[in-house]
């Protein structure tokens, strides 16, 4: 039989179990958390501030010569009100899927984002950001 205190204990714990499934673990909150400024960062336009959160092809692309031209692009083909759909973390990579809504000649349509990070010297950063809006 367990006493009084022993099923407060167990309570609270399963508790607390479901509270973290249901928000998602600490390293979720740490990859929503890299990419909110990440996303937060491209809309402000600031390029270098952009590569400190970027690894791989992203941080590739942000290197090139014509950067500054691409970012003004991705930024005006930003949807307006996404929202994580799925994140997954797997050790030191995670992969998040967005659903939203762009603008495509002037006609709003659903879309689905696909980002994928690697964390990298303790920080998450992005590696890869590609959008789709329905029908194209």
Same mark, same amino acid.
């Given at each position: !039989?367990?006493g009084?205190?022993? =099923? ?8 607390t179990? !479901?509270?973290l ?15 909110? *400024?990440?996303?937060?960062? !491209?809309?402000?336009?600031d390029?270098?501030?952009?590569? @400190? ?13 014509d950067?500054? *031209?691409? %970012?003004? %692009?991705?930024?005006a083909?930003l949807?307006f009100?996404? @929202?994580?759909? /799925? ?5 030191? @990579?995670? /992969?998040? /899927?967005?659903?939203? *809504?762009?603008? $495509?000649?002037?006609?709003? +349509? +659903?879309? $689905?984002?696909? $980002?994928?990070?690697?964390?990298e010297?303790?920080?998450? +950063?992005?590696?890869?950001?590609? =959008?789709?809006?329905e029908?194209?």
């Amino acid at each position: !039989m367990v006493g009084r205190n022993g =099923w407060f204990a167990s309570a609270f714990l399963v508790g607390t179990a !479901m509270i973290l499934n249901a928000c998602g673990g600490s390293g979720d909150a740490e990859v929503k958390a890299a990419y909110n *400024t990440f996303k937060e960062t !491209m809309r402000s336009g600031d390029l270098e501030a952009l590569k @400190k959160c970027s690894a791989g092809d992203q941080r590739k692309e942000l290197d090139a010569p014509d950067a500054k *031209t691409q %970012l003004q %692009l991705k930024r005006a083909t930003l949807p307006f009100d996404e @929202k994580i759909a /799925t994140l997954v973390v797997d050790g030191d @990579k995670a /992969t998040v /899927t967005l659903e939203g *809504t762009m603008s $495509v000649l002037g006609e709003k +349509k +659903k879309a $689905v984002g696909a $980002v994928e990070l690697i964390k990298e010297e303790g920080a998450w +950063k992005v590696c890869k950001l590609a =959008w789709q809006a329905e029908g194209t």
